[in-house]
């Protein structure tokens, strides 16, 4: 067996705990957070180079990101990756792959613990910039650098776990059975804004720790947290070529690194029409590509919450709240739906009429703001867009209004809408942004009807206190995440793996025991231990390992 | 059929007949396990653990491979240093050895591949009488004037062509056939049948040894028996046909009567098998066995053993998923194989016993149920291998009781699976030479009836406990 592979760390790893939360009711923590905020601050525009095999690159382009709170502040001032950067970016990750893969799993869970030590150190400053760069609410952002802190930690595990030889059926004499996983090689990483930290983090971590190089492209909105990320990993003592960061325009060069015949594989997280495009282009093998590239995508949702008559409002109208709105409903797992059942309509309506019009929207920097901008311009155009047709073709519930702030950042206030055609385009489309949908239902079996009739399966809840209901919702709800009388968004790493099915994406949960998998291959190596008839009696110790 | 009465009887003749022999042997025990001391070290080292008798059985498995003394030391270094080999503990006491040799690896290299080559030569010559025939006809001499019988066997690659099947009977052949002049005249020995004994292998004589297709293994077979059958009347020599692992003994047992179903070869006399007690069916088919002999009038030698695939027979079950096809439990092979024994002997009108055991208990037993069913000297003999329980041979012989020594023949390379086998025998903790010459049972622990219950630790002796079999 090889030596290095069976190397551990120096002490026991300590189970997987998450990372706590801070705790803004602590006086301290507020005024560390408005330290960071003001800290940050005194670095924008912050230049944001290219990383390629350990050097810092800029280009004469750039691309700007703004405070989405605030348009005229620019954060960070961005270089932008050409084709030849891709290509250079390839090569050095191709040529520290071998060294990397030969690196056991126990140094690399190493480093990226060390990473995640660091990013503890830096939270609210991580924090702080996502505040700025993609207007997220403080709990957002401290969220956000959270499940990122997770992700290392809990993959840093996977890698151990699966990184150790598995004796299959140990029982069996005379023969070595083993099962390992291998690294599958170069691996493009392609993030989205919305979760600026914590999804970029996770992928590449994941790439990482299976013992892949990687080349992170971040969004064109957010490159700054990105770029820190991966200086982090760099500090952590990630050697020059594992890891390369691209900023740049997904035109241009993540088209490059998703057609690259060197890429192995691409993980991305984003749109619906981009994903396809990519698991699309992924099938091709050029000439002297010997290998079909593996991608896995996570592409939204059109996630809904059916509240039935057995319902608790006091609490469902809460969760169903801040699932809409929470960060202007520009997650993923964000509600966009409700179906609600015909005995509690009336109210469950009245009730999120006057839970809207209380919320509070702001700045994302205000520690009172509850809905804070969307991502840009175009986002918040193509938002107002589906508003106006809400305000034509359905009736509307609430419809706020963002007044002055109109002229200083993109903001977009909550709108609630009634409709009753299933198949409208405010119940069909992804709007991902604070627009919420209501459509009532006769009974809980149409209600379910409503929630699965959509080409998405990413993440759904019921309000109820029928168990019957819920033990239906168990089986016939198709999502990947479904949530039982709480909010449906903020899915923790290890406790809630997160990810879909269906036009939601392809591959496995997030945070979960099956994601590394993604990032290897499994091969199986048989050794007859018999020699003349002769080989040990003794039987290898039980096979507890779950894969 | 058995009474209890007879049963006491014989318990307690077999225990007399124990005490006897252990006192007899006495005078022959100054020596050890074996003939040689550093032998005896080396034996008693692989007995200490596991993982390290496991370590060096590999090494010696592979050591005619290895052409230089650079790779001869390499290995070693690496068969005692290897992580984990099969039992997962790691190697404490000799990696330090192991480590200096890949320290000073120029000094050390050249000393250590001659250290391997005396041991491994000096292992090979305990067990293996010689090479080439000639070399063994000089040990056999030696021993037939000392007083022995014995049977030679021949060491050989396992056969996967038809030249090979074709030259191992070209050499039996020649055994049978020229083995008997390059002996001296014959000594004085006790009546039990013809001097010249070959022990044969029947997968050797055939490419495909096959119980998927027992018609057409027995046809081959049979085409190269017959020659040898015909030159073993000729030349009046006794053939016994030898028994390997399970799966081969039903075919191998219906070869043996098909043969001698065919008209040429009816009622051949000087032709033996063997019968393995470690077999879970072994009494239910030696029964059958013996009906078929009595049923045909044919005479037979029936050589019981415990059976040499143990370890073997382990594995292959696990991994075909099968039910483990031998007993598990060491006392359950004895008792068998002391039932099976019973059944031998009061068929002496039918078959003649050849008891082929180094454990003084077996023998025992043997003895009196020769006293107890009357069976007359010439159908009752003893058998033992080359280079082992030296004593306890000697003690039969001065007895008057005739011992055969099976005599392997043949290259290290070839013979490397006996080898392996003698040692996983004598370094097992469960062999009674273990239990005898290393650890030190006393008599009385090692003469238990296999056939009760052990003795519950409280009722032994406090000097008894120690080292007697689990
Ligand atoms: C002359 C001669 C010819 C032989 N020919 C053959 C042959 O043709 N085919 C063949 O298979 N063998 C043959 N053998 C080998 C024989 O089967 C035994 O392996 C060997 O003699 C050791 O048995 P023992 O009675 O001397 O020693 P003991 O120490 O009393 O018994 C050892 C034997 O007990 C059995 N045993 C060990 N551990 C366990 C356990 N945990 N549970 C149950 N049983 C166990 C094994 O069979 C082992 O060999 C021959 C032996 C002799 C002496």
């Known amino acids: 067996m090889n030596q290095e592979n069976t190397k551990t760390l120096e002490s026991p790893l300590s189970d997987f705990r998450n990372e706590p939360q801070t705790d803004f009711s602590l006086e301290v923590e507020r005024s560390n957070f408005s330290n960071a905020l003001k800290s940050v601050a005194t670095h924008f525009p912050q230049d944001v180079s290219i990383i390629i095999d350990g050097r810092e690159e800029m280009t004469s382009e750039r691309i700007e990101s703004l405070d989405p709170s605030d348009f005229r502040q620019i954060v960070a001032s961005s270089a932008a990756a050409t084709s030849d950067h891709v290509d250079k970016a390839v090569k050095a990750a191709r040529k520290a792959y071998p060294e990397w893969r030969r690196t056991s799993p126990g140094e690399r869970a190493n480093i ?9 150190e830096r939270k609210h400053e991580l924090s702080a910039i996502a505040v700025r760069e993609a207007g997220k609410p403080w709990r957002e952002a401290d969220a956000d650098v959270e499940e990122a802190i997770d992700f290392l930690e809990f993959y ?9 030889p598995r004796r299959l059926q140990p029982w069996l004499l005379g023969e070595h059975n083993d099962l390992v996983y291998t690294p599958l090689g170069v691996v493009g990483v392609i993030g989205p804004w919305n979760f600026p930290v914590a999804i970029p983090t996770g992928m590449t971590t994941a790439a990482l720790a299976a013992g892949n190089t990687v080349i992170l492209k971040p969004a064109e909105q957010t490159p700054l947290v990105a770029w820190l990320v991966a200086r982090i990993f760099h500090e952590a003592g990630l050697p020059d070529g594992v890891l390369n960061f691209l900023p740049g325009r997904g035109e241009v060069c993540g088209e490059r690194l998703v057609r690259h015949p060197d890429v192995n594989m691409i993980v991305f997280t984003g749109s619906r029409e981009v994903g396809l495009r990519i698991i699309r282009s992924a099938a091709e093998t050029p000439e002297g590509q010997h290998f079909v590239k593996r991608v896995v995508t996570e592409m939204g949702g059109k996630n809904a919450i059916i509240v039935d008559s057995s319902a608790d409002l006091d609490s469902a109208v809460p969760d169903i709240l801040y699932s809409a709105f929470g960060f202007s409903g520009q997650k993923c797992s964000a509600c966009s739906r409700l179906i609600v059942l015909e005995d509690l309509y009336k ?74 055609r299933g198949d409208h385009p405010l119940m069909r489309e992804e709007i991902f942004g604070p627009v919420l949908t209501v459509i009532k239902a006769g009974n809980f079996s149409e209600a379910l009807d409503i929630a699965n009739d959509t080409p998405y399966a990413l993440t759904g809840g019921v309000q109820s206190r029928t168990p019957s209901n819920l033990r239906r919702a168990r089986q016939e709800f198709e999502v990947g995440n479904l949530y039982l009388n709480r909010t449906i968004t903020g899915a923790i790493v290890g406790r809630q793996p997160f990810g879909g099915y ?40 039980p096979d507890n390992r779950e894969d | 059929m058995n009474t209890r009465k007879q049963e006491a009887t014989l318990e307690r003749l077999a225990a007399r007949h124990g005490k006897r022999l252990f006192r007899a042997m006495a005078r022959h025990e100054s020596r050890g396990l074996t003939m040689d001391r550093a032998q005896d070290m080396a034996m008693n080292l692989m007995m200490k653990d596991e993982d390290l008798r496991y370590r060096m059985l590999r090494f010696v498995d592979v050591y005619p491979a290895l052409r230089s003394q650079a790779s001869i030391a390499e290995h070693l270094e690496e068969y005692l240093t290897a992580g984990e080999l099969e039992t997962g503990v790691p190697p404490t006491r000799l990696s330090d050895l192991a480590r200096s040799i890949g320290r000073h690896r120029g000094i050390t290299q050249p000393a250590i591949a001659m250290a391997s080559r005396l041991g491994i030569k000096q292992m090979g010559n305990q067990f293996i009488a010689g090479n080439t025939p000639g070399e063994v006809a000089r040990k056999v001499s030696k021993m037939e004037k000392r007083g022995f019988l014995f049977s030679l066997d021949l060491l050989g690659e396992f056969v996967v062509s038809e030249s090979q099947a074709d030259d191992y009977q070209r050499r039996y052949l020649e055994m049978i056939e020229d083995f008997e002049d390059e002996l001296g005249p014959a000594p004085k020995q006790p009546a039990a049948g013809p001097r010249m004994n070959l022990s044969i292998k029947l997968s050797s004589q055939t490419s495909k040894f096959d119980p998927m297709d027992p018609e057409g293994t027995s046809r081959d077979v049979r085409r190269r028996l017959r020659p040898l059958f015909r030159a073993a009347r000729k030349k009046g020599a006794f053939l016994n046909i030898d028994m390997e692992k399970r799966e081969f003994r039903d075919l191998t047992l219906r070869i043996i009567l098909d043969l001698l179903d065919e008209e040429e070869f009816r009622g051949f006399p000087h032709i033996g098998t063997v019968h393995q007690a470690y077999l879970r069916d072994a009494e239910e088919v030696l029964q059958g066995f013996l009906a078929e002999l ?9 050589r019981l053993v415990k059976g040499a695939y143990w370890d073997s027979e382990q594995i292959w079950a696990r991994q075909k998923g099968w039910q483990v096809p031998v007993y598990t439990d060491k006392r359950e092979t004895d008792a068998c194989f002391e039932r099976c024994a019973e059944i031998l002997m009061k068929n002496h009108k039918v078959v003649r016993t050849a008891i082929a055991s180094h454990n003084v208990r077996s023998i025992a037993w043997a003895l009196a149920l020769k006293k107890a069913y009357d069976v007359p000297d010439t159908a009752l003999e003893f058998q033992m291998l080359f280079g082992m329980a030296g004593p306890i041979k000697e003690t039969l012989r001065d007895m008057g009781h005739p011992v055969r020594i099976y005599t392997p023949c043949g290259e290290l390379i070839p013979g490397m699976s006996y080898l392996v086998r003698r040692i996983l025998e004598n370094t097992s903790n469960e062999s009674f030479l273990r239990q005898r010459f290393t650890k030190g049972a006393s008599p009385m622990t090692l003469l238990a009836n296999p056939k ?4 519950p630790e409280w009722a032994k002796p406090a000097n008894m406990g120690k080292g007697a079999v689990k």
């Open chain 1, 156 to 164: 840093a595990r996977e890698a151990l776990r699966l990184g150790a």
């Open chain 1, 112 to 120: 990226i613990l060390r990473a995640a030590e660091l990013m503890r």
């Open chain 1, 502 to 541: 269906r036009l939601s994406g392809i591959g496995s949960k997030a945070g979960g025991p099956d994601y590394l998998k993604q990032f290897m291959v499994s091969r199986v190596v048989s050794e007859n231990m018999m020699r003349h008839g002769m080989a040990s009696l003794v039987e290898g110790p």
């Open chain 2, 294 to 302: 009595s049923k045909r009038n044919q005479p037979m030698t029936i």
């Open chain 2, 452 to 455: 009760l219950p052990p003795r």
């Open chain 1, 347 to 420: 109210e469950c309506l009245d009730r999120l009429r006057e839970g809207a019009a209380a919320l509070k929207i702001g700045r994302a920097s205000e520690p009172s703001t509850q809905v804070g901008p969307v991502i840009d311009g175009e986002a918040r155009d193509k938002i107002l867009g589906y508003i106006e047709l809400g305000r034509k073709e359905a009736r509307t519930i609430h419809g706020g209004d963002v007044g002055g702030l109109a002229s200083e950042g993109f903001f977009v206030a909550p709108h609630i809408f009634e409709s009753n």
